[in-house]
């Protein structure tokens, strides 16, 4: 009998999550790397104050609870199918 491999689970979920939070931190800072790329960077905390707003913690935070859900039960779906 299989069991569901809980620890591949959480590497799949924190993987995507870091994939997201990279596209997160591209996506609300390209202004300030357009700029960079000119010679006029912004200090870092400006860059991290308008990518770390709560409500982007909190969109991370729910994708990262659907990412496990939806693993979750993709293996136990793929075990119920090995059983019959």
Same mark, same amino acid.
């Given at each position: 009998?299989?069991?569901? %491999?809980?620890?591949?689970?959480?590497?799949? #979920?924190?993987?995507?999550?870091?994939?997201?939070? @990279?596209?997160? @931190?591209?996506?609300? &800072?390209? =202004? %300030? /790397? $357009?700029?960079?790329?000119?010679? %006029?960077? =912004? =200090?870092?905390?400006?860059?991290?104050?308008?990518?770390? $707003?709560? &409500? %982007?913690?909190?969109? /991370?935070?729910?994708?990262?609870?659907? @990412?496990?859900?939806?693993?979750? #039960?993709?293996?136990?779906? #793929? /075990?119920?199918?090995?059983?019959?």
């Amino acid at each position: 009998m299989e069991k569901v %491999n809980h620890q591949k689970i959480i590497i799949n #979920t924190f993987l995507k999550v870091l994939l997201m939070i @990279f596209v997160i @931190f591209i996506l609300n &800072s390209w =202004p %300030n /790397i $357009k700029q960079s790329f000119s010679g %006029n960077v =912004p =200090p870092l905390n400006y860059w991290l104050d308008h990518s770390l $707003k709560i &409500s %982007n913690i909190i969109l /991370i935070l729910g994708f990262g609870g659907y @990412f496990y859900y939806k693993d979750l #039960t993709a293996q136990k779906e #793929t /075990i119920e199918k090995a059983k019959k």
